[in-house]
């Protein structure tokens, strides 16, 4: 119906010139909107006409067709905000979402590379980074990787803080970097021996490369020290890495799992949660409260696989040696 779909183009408009959201936010909800608007479509409804009992039909229906929760929940907000909208601008008569309970969105939790994964992973790295025989080119990317994924996971800091860092921010003898998170936010996060020796060696074999010429970040092209290493080649190399060191599920690695690793790691050795808040740059706790979750999960596999009075698979009692 045109009228429907000129009142949902007025609501975009706003959000794009009153509220200033992104073009990317923006696309995303045009997305869920034109799946709105062609259901009413489908059942002959003008916006004015949705009731309550519509609202959950159409919940109903993105359910029956299998899409996700955090979907499923981003679409349900669309609706909402559509109709307050209307209200708002006096260009409906009511809201049919006004007395419907708000939808909690199912808390996923992320992926996680047990030690034993991520030291594999790192290895690898390390390996590859101390064959000459590839070329002095590729041993300095080599020796890039292996320095990205040893500071990442040493300081879990998030990817992004990490190809901003500039060139001098690792001097010899630091034990930690000064990093610039969300909302220009500065905190300091901590490095360990491997991954300042493998920065070292990053910068060693880069500026044999290049001939001594100056750099401008940490983390930057091999061929140009003025230009930072992008997310996506940084995404490829871990992949590539994951791949080479066997591991389960490598389409799942990313730089973000090393900040996971990080996390998950320190607080299962026993950080303090507050503690590990102002490392990762968290502006609330709540959001570092998901890895305790993480440590209940580890918990409950633990008993069940290591217990010594569980069922083996061929429904046996295990015992303790």
Same mark, same amino acid.
């Given at each position: 119906?045109? !009228?429907?779909? @000129? /009142? $949902? ?5 706003? #959000?794009?010139?009153?509220? =200033?959201? *992104? ?100 290895? !690898?790295?390390? @390996? /590859? $980074? ?5 070329? #002095?080119?590729?041993?300095? =990317?080599? *020796? ?178």
């Amino acid at each position: 119906m045109r !009228t429907n779909q @000129r /009142l $949902a183009q007025l609501w975009l408009d706003a #959000l794009a010139t009153e509220l =200033g959201a *992104a073009a990317g936010t923006i696309d995303t909800y045009t997305d869920d909107l034109n799946c709105y608007l062609t259901w009413l479509s489908e059942k002959s409804l003008g916006l004015d006409d949705v009731g309550l009992e519509h609202v959950r039909d159409y919940i109903a229906g993105l359910d029956q067709r299998g899409y996700a929760g955090s979907t499923i929940a981003r679409r349900i907000t669309v609706v909402r905000n559509l109709h307050r909208f209307l209200i708002s601008e006096e260009l409906g008569s009511h809201d049919p979402t006004s007395t419907m309970p708000a939808m909690k969105r199912p808390r996923k939790l992320p992926f996680v590379l047990s030690i034993a994964e991520t030291e594999a992973l790192l290895e !690898t790295a390390h @390996r /590859l $980074a101390a064959d000459p025989s590839v070329g #002095l080119y590729r041993q300095a =990317g080599y *020796a890039r990787r292996a320095a990205l994924f040893e500071t990442l996971y040493a300081s879990g800091m998030r990817i992004s803080e990490a190809l901003s860092l500039p060139s001098d921010a690792a001097p010899p003898g630091t034990r930690m970097l000064l990093v610039r998170g969300k909302g220009d936010k500065q905190r300091l996060v901590p490095l360990h021996e491997r991954a300042i020796a493998a920065i070292a060696q990053w910068q060693k074999l880069a500026s044999a490369y290049s001939g001594g010429k100056p750099t401008q970040w940490l983390f930057h092209s091999v061929r140009n020290g003025t230009k930072a290493l992008t997310r996506q080649a940084a995404l490829l190399e871990i992949k590539e890495a994951a791949v080479a060191a066997g591991l389960a599920i490598p389409e799942r690695v990313s730089p973000h799992v090393l900040r996971h690793a990080f996390a998950t790691h320190m607080h299962s050795g026993g950080t303090d949660l507050r503690v590990l808040q102002e490392l990762l740059g968290h502006a609330g706790i709540e959001t570092t409260q998901i890895y305790t979750h993480l440590d209940t999960s580890r918990l409950h596999q633990m008993v069940r696989d290591l217990h010594p009075l569980n069922e083996d698979e061929e429904g046996e009692r295990t015992t303790a040696a």
